[in-house]
């Protein structure tokens, strides 16, 4: 069992810039995954970022060229930085994850975090 907690959101304007984190509860045995997500009211949840345990990387086209996710260290499992952030990238983010807590098959699942409210407003 693993709790994921974001943090770094807040309300910045438009142009600005945050860097999502995602704390992990505990050490981690593997992973398969690591995503970010995101809900604007009304709408439905769709995938910002992703990246395998291979290195593949996915974004969604509307944030390419702005956001990049990475790998986190010791603490923080992933990070999003989002750069020249848009009124529409207004939403709650999620950080997910395919994770493994030990060598047993029988521990992977997937994990998602509480959400953080990002906001870009004037």
């Known amino acids: 069992q693993v709790q994921l907690v974001e943090s770094g959101g807040g309300l910045v304007q438009p142009g600005g810039s945050l860097r999502l984190s995602c704390a992990a509860s505990?050490?981690?045995?593997?992973?398969?995954?690591l995503g970010w997500y995101r809900q604007a009211p009304g709408k439905e949840r769709e995938l910002v970022a992703s990246?395998?345990?291979?290195?593949?990387?996915n974004y969604a086209d509307s944030v390419k060229g702005r956001f990049t996710i990475s790998r986190g260290n010791a603490k923080n499992l992933v990070y999003l930085q989002m750069n020249s952030l848009k009124p529409e990238d207004t939403a709650v983010y999620y950080c997910?994850?395919?994770?493994?807590?030990?060598?047993?098959?029988?521990?992977?699942?997937?994990?998602w975090g509480q959400g953080t409210q990002v906001t870009v407003s004037s």
């Open positions: 505990r050490s981690i045995f593997s992973i398969d995954a």
């Open positions: 990246l395998t345990n291979r290195g593949r990387i």
């Open positions: 997910n994850g395919i994770l493994y807590t030990s060598s047993l098959l029988t521990s992977r699942r997937e994990y």
